[in-house]
């Protein structure tokens, strides 16, 4: 018998000008990009947060410390590949994830095919069991402001030992 499992994920990076915007893997062009040890990919570290809550195992600031100079500049990508190792080493296949970015600017809407592409292929699931959203907060609160970007995810994992 299969026991599904949920996980949720939440992470916040600082915008700040000149720098490098990666959502998702996929690089925006923006005047600004998130503020990070690592690329800064927001919506990668809230899905990876999500996948690691539902099998109870933690968090990625435990697994992939900022601290550790091996992290510095790493491309999200591969912490999400590890953290899908970790899953299916724990006997964890992934079912699907829904994120939400929350983002004034730029505009997300064109990248999004490419995003859910470019996470099912990290993940080996199919395009149909990712899902990425955009919002904005009506330019309320620090994402409103461009200050920040946030993201929210959400993933269901299936026990298959
Ligand atoms: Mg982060």
């Keep these: 018998m299969t026991t599904v499992r949920i996980g949720n994920g ?14 998702c893997g996929v690089d925006i062009p923006h005047d600004r990009g ?9 919506a990668i ?5 999500a996948l690691l809550g539902a099998a109870s195992l933690g968090d990625i600031g435990r697994h992939f410390p900022d601290t550790d ?40 809407a064109p990248y999004i095919e490419d995003m859910r592409r470019n996470l099912s292929e990290t993940m ?11 919002t904005t907060t009506e330019r309320l609160g620090f994402t409103g402001r461009e200050e920040g970007i946030a993201a929210y995810a959400v993933a269901l994992i299936d026990n298959i030992r």
């Design 10 to 23: 939440y992470d916040v990076h600082r915008l700040e000008k000149g720098l490098r915007l990666v959502l």
């Design 34 to 42: 998130c503020v990070a040890h690592s690329d800064g990919d927001v």
């Design 45 to 49: 570290h809230a899905l990876c947060d």
């Design 69 to 108: 100079g091996k992290y510095e500049n790493i491309a999200s990508g591969i912490l999400l590949e590890r953290v899908c190792g970790m899953l299916s080493e724990n006997g964890y296949a992934v079912g699907n994830v829904d994120i939400v970015i929350v983002a004034q600017r730029p505009k997300v």
């Design 124 to 134: 080996g699931i199919p395009v149909s069991s990712v899902s990425v959203k955009a």
